[in-house]
């Protein structure tokens, strides 16, 4: 698509960025004594009519929900490239796939658990869980779903449902990043699969997990080899550091290595490959045209009501604010 049909979605985004929460607002929402001390930063911020009610019920994740859906929606409605969109917001598609599945082997209803985030109606998605067939969903939705109903009507193994959809997830993401045509988005979502694996291995060699297992969660779309990363499961973790040191990856993995210990951890490995992905955003945000502005704003969106989340959880926990900064992302905010 043409880098000048985004001249005028991405000029809204320039104004949207004005109202992200920056550095100073979080320290000073770390700072507070208290839970209400902390929320009540937010009344200088677009969040600002939202204060009382948590304050008074805490419920501060359905605002946060509504927050994405209504950013999304709006995105839905000015980027002229929708596949786009439907590929950032693709993770909330499979989370309510993963509920209507659940649905339909326990029975139970689970309304209040979907997000309304997505291309296409939860309603449409139920109806193809419950059938195997639509009419309106693009055939990636369907063979994910026909893999898993497939898949559970021979071994009724429950579990197996989430990690079939996890690993479908990226595989379609991969194929929606192809669909929209635009120059650097397959490379941007190639990375991010390959953060993804790399934390997956890591974490599965960290608790014994089998060859076999790791052959159904690992994706194969990503630009690593899965079979590479199959290979190093025969090994330890210092054979996995060796390996990417050999690959673009080398800073990255370094960074993920324990001072104290000199191990590779999971704890490391997830904060550096979300950082490393958040300075992604940052250089797709100073591009002057292209739809990159639109998902680095998207991105610092979500990463911004994280961070909200984790320090107003974490208030109400009574964590230190150390303790909770440890645990938030970077924003180019």
Do not use: W
């Amino acid at each position: 698509m043409k880098d000048i049909a985004y001249n005028s979605s991405n000029v809204l985004v320039r104004v949207y960025e004005n109202n992200l929460l920056t550095r100073a607002h979080f320290e000073r929402m770390l700072a507070a004594d208290s839970f209400d001390e902390a929320v009540n930063v937010l009344r200088e911020t677009p969040y600002r009519n939202d204060v009382d009610r948590i304050k008074e019920d805490k419920n501060y994740d359905s605002m946060f929900m509504n927050e994405l859906h209504e950013t999304y929606k709006e995105m839905f409605d000015v980027v002229p490239n929708k596949e786009l969109i439907e590929l950032f917001g693709l993770r909330y598609a499979y989370h309510n796939l993963k509920v209507l599945f659940k649905e339909e082997i326990t029975e139970q209803d689970f309304d209040h658990l979907f997000i309304p985030i997505g291309r296409y109606p939860i309603a449409e998605l139920r109806q193809a869980v419950r059938s195997g067939e639509s009419d309106v969903l693009p055939e990636a939705y369907m063979d994910s779903i026909n893999e898993v109903k497939s898949d559970y009507d021979e071994y009724h193994n429950a579990q197996a449902v989430d990690i079939i959809l996890d690993r479908r997830y990226f595989t379609h993401s991969r194929i929606l990043a192809e669909e929209t045509g635009e120059s650097g988005i397959t490379e941007l979502i190639e990375r991010y699969i390959d953060y993804n694996n790399l934390s997956t291995l890591v974490r599965g060699m960290k608790q014994n997990r089998t060859r076999n297992f790791m052959l159904t969660v690992l994706s194969s779309s990503g630009s690593i080899p899965k079979e590479d990363l199959l290979k190093l499961m025969d090994n330890d973790l210092n054979a996995v550091v060796q390996y990417y040191k050999n690959t673009k990856y080398r800073q990255l993995i370094e960074r993920s290595i324990d001072d104290e210990t000199g191990e590779l951890t999971t704890v490391n490995v997830d904060y550096e490959t979300d950082n490393a992905y958040m300075e992604k955003m940052r250089e797709a945000k100073l591009e002057s045209f292209g739809p990159m502005p639109i998902i680095a704003y998207l991105y610092a969106k979500e990463t911004e009501v994280m961070n909200l989340r984790l320090v107003l959880s974490g208030k109400e926990s009574g964590l230190t604010a150390d303790e909770i900064r440890e645990r938030m992302r970077l924003s180019y905010a």
